[in-house]
């Protein structure tokens, strides 16, 4: 209520590990919560690591050398991002998912293992279904059944849709247009309480964008149309 603001963690450019603010970031960008234990997971944007800050103010290095690439690993310090700039905390799975920006693509990091997947996307691109292609993405916002992951397409000027698809034990992403009714949408999105609403930062229109999520529900069809091959996971 006082509107007192407090450093947590950092205050200096560069990198380091640390408690509270010994450590150090470099432009971090969006950051996700863990329920479970009270842990933020920090995109450290120029560090090109996703950084774990615990609830009693410790910073680590969760994922990611510090040095741009696009390796997947079993082990997060072993696998590279090149400037991850968005991320949400899927409950449902246990998993952060990561918008990694310059590599084009959506990345899932295991929480339990601190394993790194690509999930959609490899080449930058625009193209939906499997073969889902996007260019600069900017934010993620997962639904809480994490069936469902929105993605803010930057370089495309569209919100997609990626949806879980599991056939013979194999996840997959199957990409959806949810609206092209932005313009560069560079980052700040969220859902609300029940997933009703979609908000987000509309940054080229320079307005703030509310969606509803009820009004279209394409992964309910697509999974109608190919229940005998895939289920929702």
């Known amino acids: 209520p006082s509107g007192r603001t407090n450093t947590f963690a950092g205050g200096a450019y560069g990198f380091a590990d640390g408690l509270r603010t010994a450590a150090m970031f470099r432009t971090p960008h969006d950051m996700a919560a863990n329920p479970a234990d009270g842990a933020y997971y920090v995109c450290d944007f120029g560090s090109h690591r996703i950084r774990a800050v615990t609830a009693g103010g410790t910073v680590l290095s969760f994922a990611g050398t510090g040095v741009a690439g696009s390796a997947d690993s079993v082990s997060g310090p072993s ?3 090149r400037y991850p700039i968005g991320i949400d905390f899927d409950q449902a799975n246990n998993e952060l998912i990561v918008a990694d920006h310059h590599n084009h693509q959506i990345r899932r990091v295991l929480v339990a293992a601190t394993e790194v997947k690509l999930w959609a996307g490899l080449t930058q691109g625009n193209a939906g279904a499997f ?6 993405p900017s934010a993620v916002a997962v639904i809480s059944t994490g069936v469902v992951v929105l993605v803010a397409d ?3 000027d569209v919100i997609r849709k990626v949806i879980r698809y599991v056939a013979s034990g194999v996840l997959y992403a199957y990409t959806i247009t949810f609206t092209a009714d932005v313009s560069a949408p560079a980052g700040g999105m969220a859902l609300s309480a029940g997933d009703e609403f979609l908000v987000l930062a509309d940054t080229g229109n320079h307005r703030v964008l509310v969606l509803e999520m009820a009004a279209a529900a394409p992964e309910t069809k697509f999974f109608a149309f190919d229940a005998k091959t895939a289920s929702p996971h």
Request: glycine share 16%; aromatic share 24%; no cysteine.
């Open 79 to 81: 696998a590279s991002f």
């Open 154 to 156: 930057k370089g495309n």
């Open 131 to 136: 073969a889902g292609r996007y260019s600069y």
